[in-house]
C-alpha cells in the first residue's frame, strides 16, 4: 500500500506571497492532519481534516488554512508570506475509524519551504 | 495543557551500546504514547506505540513501556547500531480528543559511531 505523498517536496517563496501544499494521504484513511517542523520551535500542530471538515486546529494566525477533499486528499494554503513560516510542513494521515480512539498517524516525507 | 518532554540531547554512542532516551508527559486521563523516528531530509516513522498504562511497546529491537504513575515513556535498546542514527521523537494523543492531534517533545539527536 502506498504511503502519504506529499507535493512538492521543496518550494522558494519570496515575503508576501502564497503558497499551496498538497497532502494525499494512505488509501482508505479518512483523516488528515498537517504539522509545522522548525528547528527553535520543533513539531507544532497546525490542524486536522476528517471527512471534508476542519476537526481540530492548532494555535496559527489565520493566515495558515487548509481543506480536504471528498477523496481525502488535502491542501494547506498560507497566504501573507513571512521568513519565520520557512519550515518542514508534515502531512499526517490515519484511518480515524472511531471517534474518541487515537489512531496512530502516518506521515508523509514533507514538503520543506524556504520564505526569502 | 498536554506536554512532553524529553531528554537533552545529542547522545552519542558506540555500536552495541545500550540506549535509553527518557521521555516523560503530562496529560489528563488516559493518552496514546509514541516514538517516532526521523532519518535525515525525511519525514517521520512510527517506532512504536502503546495506549494503556503498562504496556509495552517494541519494534526493532526498540521497546518502551507505558507508565501511568511516573508519566513517562522510555525508550530503550539493548545494542545500537550505526543505522539507528536519526532524531526520535516522544509523542502523545489524548485520550479524550475527537480527533487526531499529536504533542511533541523537542526531539532526541542520536548518533551512533562504528
Known amino acids: 500500500k502506498a504511503g502519504v505523498t506529499q507535493t512538492p517536496r521543496y518550494l522558494i517563496k519570496t515575503r508576501g506571497q502564497q503558497v499551496t501544499l498538497s497532502c494525499s494521504p494512505i488509501?482508505?484513511?479518512?483523516?488528515v492532519s498537517w504539522y509545522q517542523q522548525t528547528p527553535g520551535q520543533g513539531l507544532q500542530f497546525l490542524f486536522e481534516?476528517?471527512?471534508?471538515?476542519?476537526?481540530n486546529k492548532g494555535n496559527f494566525p489565520g493566515r495558515f488554512s487548509g481543506r480536504q477533499f471528498s477523496n481525502s486528499r488535502s491542501e494547506m494554503n498560507v497566504s501573507t508570506l513571512e521568513l519565520g513560516d520557512s519550515a518542514l510542513y508534515l502531512c499526517?494521515?490515519?484511518?480515524?475509524?472511531?471517534?474518541?480512539?487515537?489512531?496512530?498517524?502516518?506521515f508523509g516525507p514533507g514538503t520543506r519551504l524556504t520564505v526569502l | 495543557g498536554d506536554s512532553v518532554t524529553q531528554m537533552e540531547g545529542p547522545v552519542t554512542l558506540s555500536e552495541e551500546a545500550f540506549l535509553t532516551i527518557n521521555c516523560t508527559y503530562t496529560?489528563?486521563?488516559?493518552?496514546?504514547l509514541f516514538w517516532y523516528v526521523q532519518y535525515p531530509g525525511e519525514g517521520l516513522q512510527l517506532l512504536l506505540k502503546?495506549?494503556?498504562?503498562?504496556d509495552k511497546g517494541s519494534n526493532k529491537g526498540f521497546e518502551a513501556t507505558y507508565r501511568k504513575e511516573t508519566t513517562s515513556f522510555h525508550l530503550e535498546k539493548g545494542s545500537v547500531q550505526v543505522s539507528d542514527s536519526a532524531v526520535y521523537f516522544c509523542a502523545l494523543s489524548p485520550s479524550e480528543d475527537s480527533g487526531s492531534r499529536l504533542t511533541f517533545g523537542e526531539g532526541t539527536q542520536l548518533t551512533v559511531n562504528p
Open positions: 488509501s482508505g484513511h479518512r483523516s
Open positions: 496529560a489528563t486521563g488516559y493518552p496514546s
Open positions: 502503546a495506549t494503556k498504562a503498562d
Open positions: 499526517a494521515s490515519s484511518l480515524a475509524r472511531t471517534s474518541g480512539w487515537a489512531d496512530t498517524q502516518y
Open positions: 481534516y476528517f471527512s471534508e471538515t476542519q476537526r
